[in-house]
């Protein structure tokens, strides 16, 4: 996992954006996209979520080459009023809940060498673009994108960013729902990972709980390894109905004195879809912002 930005970098702007230089991407680049694009889109049909299958369709990923911002902007603008603005990196908290809250979301321009293809630490476009922008183009989980993001402005002010982090970390970006029975993927982390989004759903090892917001924000994670728990929401609207309906304030006072749960611990409240293994997981291979 790489760190965030101390300085805004020379010929950013103010708000940290930078021109994504589409026009610069060599045809090896738009290749190795291609080749990513294929291996997960394959892989996801049935896996992951339907709304994010769609968000592929509806936005014309299937084309070939890295996508361009402004055209997966207007197509989103269209449909939830989001855009995908390029920024030199993982930048600090306050920049990234501030574009968040105004409903842009922030990628990184560069792609992954051929040698990275199933590892990097750090988020590149493939992670940002084919990991997250497609479920921007669902209503509701757009909406809890906006609302994720002006949470966080508020928890900067009160110093608790890194337990919101983990809501973020155990949704956004490693989240399972459930379906008619079946469990699905819809975080980017997982999507975006070619190992990841198998062992997410079929590995013996992982704990596969259901949701609680203060479970969830009780729980540290881990950047090097595989998930030992995924959180399963019942549906992205009870997922947003619960962020906008709790006061996150007397939430963040009670869990200052509460010890923190192991990600690995399976508690006695829990309800279990599936109760994993012990083992030692592998190294993730996707970068993903915590």
Known sequence: MGHALQARPQGAAPDWTIDQGWEHYSPAEHALWDRLFARQASMLKGRAAPE??????VLRMDRPGIPDFADLSER??????????????????????AHLAERRFVAGNFIRRPDQIDYL???????????HVPLLADPVFADYMQAYGAGGLRAGGLG????LARLYWYTVEFGLIARDGALQIYGAGIVSSFGESRFALDAAEPNRIAFDLARVMRTPYRIDAFQQTYFVIDSFEDLLRQTLETDFGPLYAALAGSADHDPAVVLPSDRVY???RPNSPAPTPSGARP
């Open 52 to 57: 994010f299958l769609a968000g592929l369709e």
């Open 76 to 97: 989103l603008m269209a449909r939830t009023g989001w855009q995908v603005v390029a920024v030199p990196g993982l930048v600090p908290d306050e920049v990234f809940f």
């Open 121 to 131: 630490q750090e988020p590149d476009v493939f992670h940002d673009v084919f990991g």
């Open 160 to 163: 608790v960013t890194a337990m």
């Open 274 to 276: 599936h109760r994993g």
